[in-house]
């Protein structure tokens, strides 16, 4: 089938141009990833003691420490960075792709996908992330609200930056990682350079991305080059 | 990885999805590990309100867990120190460290490698 045969290409363009390159870094990356975002910190603090929620894309688990009243099933495609999230109590880690999450639908109070998104090569892979991670939120009932979702992405527009892209920039580009392995054998080594496929989100593709997975934005803004937007399912369950 | 986690996890292949055998995952030769985990009452008081009981129960039962209460406990149950301490030995600090988890519908099974359960699926199986 011709289309299986497409995604089975684009799964192999980032299997090479984003995971493994994740796979290679953990550990210089990890290290530059401590600080959480204050929207990101302010949405897990808000979660209800004994809420349920999901980490998709955990990298090394910066947001793990934020709420310890919350259970989180963080996840991550590198083995190398979910090693390194592993640590958090009372947290758990696995390994698992976005486009085939191994949790059951309807079921979880919230969930972030910090920084991922972006990641998948194709419009319908992004927005077919988007929903996989919407199914798995429980639906609204009658007087309750559903669970939420803070999704968070890298914008086109960031021209204070240090990148400098703006409005009318190509948005499917290759981003360098410089990777300095100092080793005492070798001080005069030369940095190794490994570069990660990303798709720059303009202002409101994510919510439309979102409305087009079945999802409501109930919240969204930009935040230091970033496009954000809490969501929740437009569905509501039937007793 | 804590036996908790399972109670969240299903099979990764689409076809599983909502299929009553793919939950819970079925455990086969696990090597389990008790790991030191800070004892917080109310983080187990409040997280039980949101553990599906029948799948906890199952898979306490394939471990041999026998001390688990047929009926999930609420009110009253839930003021015993006792049992929140025996429900946060077996919920957080029993982790498996190898072993294999098992989809009852599909058959697939995802490998639990020092502590980390592998959900990323053959690209036969996407």
Redesign the interface.
Known sequence: MASHEV??DE?AYEEKNVHEVYQQIARHFSATRYKPWPIVERFLQSQ?????GLDVGCGNGKYLPVN??V?I?A?D?S?NL??IA?QH??H??????I???????S???FAISIAVVHHLSTPERRIQAVREILRKLKPASGETPGGRALVYVWALEQKSSRRGWDKGDDQDIMVPWVLKTPVPENPDAQPKVFHRYYHLYQAEELERDIDTAGGRVLESGYDKDNWWAIATRVDQQHP | MKLLTVNFLTCAVKTCKGSPAAFPLHFRDVELELHDVEFQPDFIRNIITRVDWEGLHKMANELNFPTIPEVKPDGEALQSEQLLRDLHRLLLETQVAEGRLICGNCGHEYMVKEGIANFLLPSHLV
């Open positions: 995604s089975q799964e209800s003691p004994g809420a349920i310890r009243d259970f099933v996840s495609r083995e979910a090693r592993l109590q009372p758990s880690t696995i390994l698992a792709d486009l085939n999450l191994p949790h059951p639908d079921v979880f109070d």
